[in-house]
């Protein structure tokens, strides 16, 4: 074996570890969403069902397991997450090309300068933002008495906002920076000479310089918006995100629901990741076929109106994609010859729990202790620490509460 072909194979390896370490527990968590049991587990399985992305179900003990269609907690902490990830961009995108404007126009000397302030609250901790925010306007809702400055320096979602954007702003900040470091500030000035005004350089050069960042800025501000926890759980008050309301449940016991809310999310994420890859290919493929329609129309040699065959190439990914559909079949087939799917199976192992529940219940009421148990020995009593109030010299001395 050569040495190029061992280190070859040897970097494949990483790489399906690297990505198996990387995805695996979210493959591991979409494939829980479809199991029927109150706890999100593969092994043992149940039975196959949908629901917990509908109404959950009613546990034997009575609970009712709330799903993903009828937990009104997580539709609260979504709509949160969304009005508060939507005002983090409207406040964080401006700052954040502005602050870069003016990076790009301060003197050499004080540029360094502006830059590590403009970067610095990333380096604050979350909870010291959070907790700073609620503390100032606390004070300023307590000046302003009874108004409308008491309301909104008292309102979770506003302070969340307000806490969120201090360091989203940076990132923001970031991104317009790396893009103003290739702009040609000469365009500027040949318009200004031509006789435009600051406003109109401002929104017909500068601006469509910056859609891709000022496009790229909104997107990172809002996803960072939308999974932020430390700075949230802080400044959020009464109200609550997603994130507070996921981790408030993780308190309790991870819920199926949690897992169908995660394989919606990467559902989602997946769509928009593909159709903005598709997009971006069809804009390429139309500029390219552009440039050679108008190669071809220039040029003097014929041979570049040549229909050339194209070979058949294989897709690159191809090989992930034979491994993810042979699981799928083996799960499926699994499944299939099991009996591990529909209402039949649900309502049976249903029973089945309900039966070991009642047993349990049986079990406890069938034991009868006495009252030499219960006084002593391992049972409970008073033999590891003593009757304590059974001196009767212990308050003597108690002069009484003041």
């Given at each position: ?15 399906f570890?690297f ?24 092994t ?20 009712h397991?709330?799903?993903l ?29 502005a ?7 301060v ?40 108004g ?14 307000l ?13 317009f ?22 406003t ?7 601006v ?9 800025a909104?997107v ?11 700075t ?8 609550q995100?997603l994130?507070?309301v ?7 016991g ?24 598709v ?23 014929n ?30 087939t ?10 039949s ?23 009868e ?30 002069g009484?509460?003041?």
């Open positions: 074996m050569r040495p190029s072909y061992f280190i070859n194979f040897m970097m494949g390896i990483y790489i570890i990505f198996a370490y990387l995805f695996g527990p979210l493959i591991i968590m979409s494939i829980t969403a479809f199991n029927s049991a109150e706890f999100p587990s593969i043992p399985w149940e039975c196959f069902s949908f629901r917990w992305f509908n109404e959950g179900k009613i546990a034997y003990d009575g609970q397991l709330a799903g269609l009828t937990d009104w907690r997580l539709h609260d902490g979504i709509i949160s997450s969304l009005i508060i990830g939507a005002g983090v961009v409207t406040l964080s995108v401006p700052i954040g090309m602050a870069a404007i003016v990076l790009t126009q003197r050499s000397q004080l540029r360094d300068i502006f830059y590590s302030i403009s970067i610095m609250p990333v380096l604050f901790p979350g909870v010291i933002i959070g907790i700073s925010t609620v503390v100032l306007w606390d004070r300023l809702a307590g000046l302003g008495g009874e409308f400055i008491s309301d909104i320096g008292r309102n979770g979602i506003f302070l969340t906002i806490a969120q954007t201090c360091f989203i702003s940076t990132y923001c900040f970031l991104i920076v790396a893009r103003l470091q290739r702009f040609d500030q000469t365009q500027e000035e040949a318009a200004l000479d031509l006789g435009a005004s600051q109109q350089v401002f929104f017909k050069i500068l469509p310089y910056l859609s891709p960042a000022i496009a790229s909104a990172i501000a809002f996803l960072f918006s939308f999974e932020n926890y430390n949230t759980v802080f400044s959020i008050l009464s109200d995100t994130t507070t996921i981790a408030s449940k993780v308190r309790l991870i819920s199926p629901a949690l897992s169908a809310l995660a394989l919606t999310i990467i559902a989602l994420t997946i769509i928009a990741a593909a159709t903005y890859e997009l971006r290919r069809r804009a390429e493929k139309r500029y390219k076929d552009t440039q050679e329609k108008f190669v071809k129309e220039k040029a003097a040699d041979r570049i109106n040549k229909n050339y065959k194209i070979g058949f190439k294989v897709p690159r990914g191809i090989v992930t994609i034979l491994i993810l559909v042979v699981f799928t079949i083996y799960g499926a699994q499944i299939l010859k099991n009996d591990l799917y529909g209402q199976c649900i309502d049976a192992a249903d029973t089945e729990k309900k039966s070991k529940f009642y047993d349990q219940l049986n079990a406890l009421d069938a034991i202790l006495s009252e030499e148990e219960l006084s002593g020995g391992e049972l409970g009593g008073n033999q590891d620490y003593g009757d304590i109030f059974g001196d009767p010299s212990l308050f003597q001395d108690f009484g509460f003041d």
